[in-house]
């Protein structure tokens, strides 16, 4: 027996998930829009432009892992960015975790919760486990990943910002 | 499907159970963790291979050879240490699978694990205290 994993998108307020029971989101582009990208081709749509003073932000993009199927428990969940590299060195993709999210209203701009940069390495990850630290042996979903996209005014090099490989782990019994 | 081995455990009293019956019935390692202290053997089975942890002498074998770690092994606790590793990327729901099989003893009031990782291609052995 053993965990299967669905994704989860998370938009407006309250909070809408996205997509339907059973389903796993497609993608989780980060666009200056608060929709979930269900046809992988509104981000480009609805770019991030660069200022010509200080930042302009995605929609703080969350996301949650949904795990369904037969499985004791779920602990140690991790994320981090593993590689993808920036299309410019003054874009940031900050990202937080948390356990309850419930925001007056997504916000376009910086972000008060996702500040710091995401981690680059499974020793330094965010740590998403649910805060029962298990969901025996019923679904269950890990905490709320929290991401946004910072575009400086220093970007000299717009367009696609690339592909960014983010890893989600957990231990399983 | 992620999962690619298989556990069988045996107990003090001399029963064995197998996550898998000879119908195809599965149990769950939930059953295991309800007589956790009453482990001895506890093996992973596939792909050909078997790994294995002995906890009356605190060894670890693979495809039979062993790996003995203490020559006073009746002096130590051995305590099972068994989980999966699930790694994914989203959005892909696509999960990878490794294998941690071990055993944790504690020696001076400090605790060391002596852990195989098992992956598709390689075997590690880890040993952390």
């Keep these: 027996m053993a965990s299967t994993i669905n994704w989860k998108v998370y938009t407006g307020s309250p909070l809408t998930e996205a997509p339907g029971a059973g389903n796993s989101a497609v993608n989780?582009?980060?666009?200056?829009?608060?929709?979930?990208?269900?046809?992988?081709?509104?981000?480009?749509?609805?770019?991030?432009?660069?200022?010509?003073?200080?930042?302009?932000?995605?929609?703080?993009?969350?996301?949650?892992?949904?795990?369904?199927?037969?499985?004791n428990e779920v602990t140690n969940v991790l994320l981090w960015k593993s590689s993808g590299t920036l299309s410019d060195a003054a874009l940031k993709i900050a990202a937080n975790v948390t356990g309850t999210w419930a925001p007056a209203a997504q916000t376009s701009g910086a972000s008060t919760f996702a500040t710091a940069a995401i981690p680059t390495t499974s020793g330094t990850a965010l740590n998403a486990t649910p805060a029962a630290g298990s969901a025996y042996p019923a679904a269950g979903y890990s905490k709320y990943g929290v991401m946004q996209l910072v575009v400086p005014s220093t970007v000299t090099t717009p367009g696609d910002i690339g592909s960014q490989l983010i890893r989600f782990q957990w231990d399983e019994t | 499907m992620s999962d690619w081995l298989k556990w069988e455990c045996a107990f003090k009293d001399g029963t064995t159970i197998n996550q898998f019956d000879e119908t195809g019935f599965e149990t769950t390692f939930k059953i295991v963790q309800e007589k956790i202290n009453e482990v001895t053997v506890f093996k992973l089975i596939g792909n050909e291979n078997t790994y294995l942890v002995n906890l009356l002498n605190g060894s670890i074998s693979v495809n039979n050879q062993v790996i003995h770690f203490f020559e006073d092994p009746n002096e130590h606790n051995f305590r099972l240490i068994f989980f999966k590793r699930r790694l994914?990327?989203?959005?892909?729901?696509?999960?990878?699978?490794?294998?941690?099989?071990?055993?944790?003893?504690?020696?001076?009031?400090?605790?060391?694990?002596?852990l195989l990782k098992i992956t598709h291609s390689k075997i590690f052995l880890v040993n952390e205290s």
């Design chain 1, 28 to 71: 989780v582009n980060l666009l200056a829009l608060d929709i979930y990208d269900s046809t992988a081709g509104s981000y480009a749509a609805n770019p991030i432009s660069v200022p010509a003073a200080g930042s302009n932000y995605s929609f703080e993009r969350v996301i949650r892992a949904f795990w369904t199927g037969t499985f």
């Design chain 2, 88 to 114: 994914v990327s989203p959005p892909s729901t696509s999960i990878n699978t490794d294998y941690y099989l071990g055993f944790q003893t504690t020696i001076n009031e400090r605790n060391q694990k002596k």
